[in-house]
């Protein structure tokens, strides 16, 4: 199977969720903090135009696949990658590691209302797992160094965050290199609504629906003259 896939200009990693588990136990012994997000289709498509976003994906250390018509889109076919992206086993198997393995967690949302519901989620789905703080960038004036020393503090293994794209790429961006951490996990602010199943999906189906993505594909392969005679 093929571990890199490229879709409207951007290489994503395409490891099933078990390769990607090895990925991750071999980041919680790196010296510096290793990233990584879940990528849906809504992501893909405002990073067209927005320059930052894209770099921010393309300088991951592992972008996550979570949304099955990004699959579809890049013509990958298989039925695991499909079913283990449309179940988001990834990051179901992600918490499970970090519970038994004993990680300390910090949730960082966007207002005290989403970073609550996001950690009212995680106790009831995973009680045993660790947190050991959180804050909604809301509620901090001024620049972020009240977050980053909070975070510090706080020492974790991991940094769940639940903020809205572009927000979450901009934030790390700035102060991955500043952050005591890990791994940063980018889940994006969508996880907490739907709770694992796919509400992405939806966003990417009314772009094929209307044709946007037929469209945005066939002139990124014309732009690059990769279109068909």
Not at 133 to 145: F, M, P, Q, T, V
Not at 147 to 171: G, H, M, R, T, W
Not at 173 to 180: T, V
Not at 200 to 217: E, R, T
């Amino acid at each position: 199977m093929i571990k890199k896939i490229e879709i409207l200009g951007i290489s994503l990693d395409n490891y099933t969720v078990r390769e990607a588990m090895f990925q991750i136990e071999d980041y919680w012994i790196d010296t510096k903090m290793s990233t990584v997000e879940a990528i849906s289709m809504e992501t893909l498509v405002k990073a067209q135009t927005d320059d930052l976003l894209k770099t921010c994906i393309e300088n991951l250390d592992l972008a996550i696949i979570c949304d099955k018509e990004i699959l579809k889109a890049a013509g990958v076919t298989s039925v695991q990658r499909v079913k283990e992206t449309a179940d988001n086993e990834f990051f179901k198997e992600f918490m499970k590691f970090a519970v038994h393995s004993h990680k300390t967690v910090y949730l960082l949302g966007d207002t005290s209302e989403q970073t609550k519901l996001f950690q009212s989620f995680l106790k009831e789905a995973y009680a045993k797992l660790k947190i050991v703080g959180s804050y909604a960038l809301s509620d901090c004036s001024g620049d972020y160094d009240a977050i980053i020393n909070e975070v510090n503090i706080a020492a974790p293994d991991l940094i769940l965050s639940v903020l809205p794209i572009p927000k979450q790429e901009y934030f790390l961006q700035e102060h991955k290199g500043k952050l005591n951490a890990k791994i940063w996990y980018g889940v994006g602010e969508h996880y907490i609504n739907r709770r694992g199943v796919s509400e992405v999906a939806g966003f990417a189906k009314k772009l094929i629906q209307k044709g946007i993505l037929h469209s945005m594909l066939l002139r990124y392969k014309n732009d690059n003259g990769n279109g068909e005679e």
